[in-house]
């Protein structure tokens, strides 16, 4: 008989702690999982990395001491990734980057990176997850889908639940709003109160709702439906709102009106604001290199400098070797980012075979954070979550990897 204790899962940045893992190694399934997060328990069985240099088997030391001697003699070296990272792993890293004079970025620099920082610097309210889900009355889903990218998002918190205060049901105490370029699987759960907004048309609806809260006749959309919007953000409680990749990239340079939008409902009432993230620790890595830097992302520790004009697509022309810790980056990059380095010489630190793996001169093979390594992370919302593997392995963590590196150097 196969036992369960509850552990951490790093699928999402949601990191539940309530998941059931089997106390047996061959036993392949997970009790109350998500299928994000069973996906993500499945990479254990998946086909893993090996030390390899340029394509042929290595030792753990062998590929150490290449990866050290390529970084020690790069002249604009990237480091890429950290997301899917712990925080001992990511200030290990940091250390590293400061070492050699490395760039430093993540997947947030195209999306949630730049609302990060507002949250962090205080400019945008925000809540813990827990709140929402024992107070929040409306939750708006704006430029992002949590049924796809954190499938517990709503049942735990935001839709479904019953919470301190909100003890009916959803369809009598909580309203999901959504506001997107497509009918998303979160678009379904509400269709009367979906929004449809074209590419890059967020500003304008931005816009609309500043304009009915001001008591003014919207320019944008369907009229009736933008007054209606603004009565149920008036008569709200508590409001949340969960922007996502599509809001990000349709509001680069006009973040500011996010500011304005959540400054106005804030006189009439309570809102709150929580990016839906990417990876597992993408909020952690923002907010230690916020620390460490002033910066949120996209950071050069030559000089310890952001270059806002050119970013990653930049780092990435003058990068001459590149570290990819725990990501993929020729496969989540844009095409011209991706080719750029696929031309340099890469590091890859991976638990997984991936296509930055196979074009890697050296792979350094990692345990699976939260699963089979531990240490602690940050959440979307800005808690801290301690995770204890229940797997063993004889693979190092990630954290070990960067130290051993830079003792080789």
């Known amino acids: 008989m196969t036992d369960y204790n509850y552990k951490s899962c790093t699928g999402c940045a949601l990191i539940c702690e309530d998941i059931l893992y089997p106390d047996k190694e061959a036993v392949p399934q997970a009790r109350n999982i998500c299928r994000k997060g069973q ?8 086909e893993r990395t090996k030390p390899m240099i340029e394509g042929r088997d290595a030792s753990m030391e062998q590929a150490i001491a290449r990866a050290a001697e390529i970084l020690k003699d790069a002249r604009s070296p990237l480091i890429y990734g950290w997301s899917n990272s712990s925080s001992e792993a990511q200030a290990v890293g940091m250390d590293l980057a400061e070492r050699i004079g490395a760039t430093v970025d993540d997947p947030s620099t195209y999306c949630e990176g730049l609302f990060m920082e507002m949250v962090l610097a205080g400019k945008v309210p925000s809540c813990t ?15 992002s889908d949590p049924s796809s990218s954190q499938p517990r998002h709503l049942s735990r918190f935001s839709y479904f639940p019953r919470g301190e205060k909100r003890q009916k049901s959803y369809e009598e105490e ?5 506001v997107d370029v497509r009918e998303s699987p979160t678009a379904r759960l509400c269709p009367n109160t979906t929004y449809r907004v074209g590419p890059g048309e967020d500003v304008q609806f931005l816009e609309a709702i500043l304009n009915v809260l001001e008591g003014k006749i919207p320019k944008f959309g369907d009229k009736k439906k933008m007054i209606e919007l603004g009565s149920v953000l008036k008569k709200t409680e508590y409001g949340v709102i969960f922007p996502g990749r599509g ?8 973040m500011e009106l996010f500011s304005d939008l959540m400054a106005r409902l804030n006189e009439v009432t309570t809102f709150k604001a929580i990016p839906v993230a990417g990876g597992f620790n993408t909020r952690g890595f923002n907010q230690l290199l916020l620390d460490r830097t002033g910066y949120v992302k996209s950071v050069s520790f030559q000089q310890i400098i952001h270059r806002p004009e050119d970013s990653l697509a930049g780092a990435a022309k003058r990068a001459d070797a590149l570290l990819a810790l725990g990501s993929d ?3 989540e ?12 010489p890469i590091v890859a630190i991976d ?12 792979v350094i093979p990692s345990a699976i954070s939260g699963l089979e390594s531990g240490g602690t992370a940050i959440r979307t919302d800005g808690m801290k979550v301690s995770l204890e593997p229940f797997m063993k392995t004889d693979r190092l963590a990630e954290e070990q990897i960067l130290t051993r590196i830079m003792e080789a150097m």
């Open 39 to 46: 996906a993500h328990y499945q990479s254990l069985f998946a």
């Open 129 to 143: 997850l827990d709140d929402v889900r024992n107070f929040a009355d409306t939750s708006i889903f704006w430029g």
């Open 174 to 178: 909580r309203t999901c709003i959504v």
């Open 247 to 254: 809001i990000f990239q349709s509001l680069q340079g006009k």
């Open 329 to 331: 980056p020729l496969a």
């Open 333 to 344: 990059l844009p095409v011209g980012v991706a080719r750029a380095l696929a031309k340099v």
């Open 351 to 362: 638990s997984c075979r991936s296509i930055t793996s196979d074009a890697a001169l050296v």
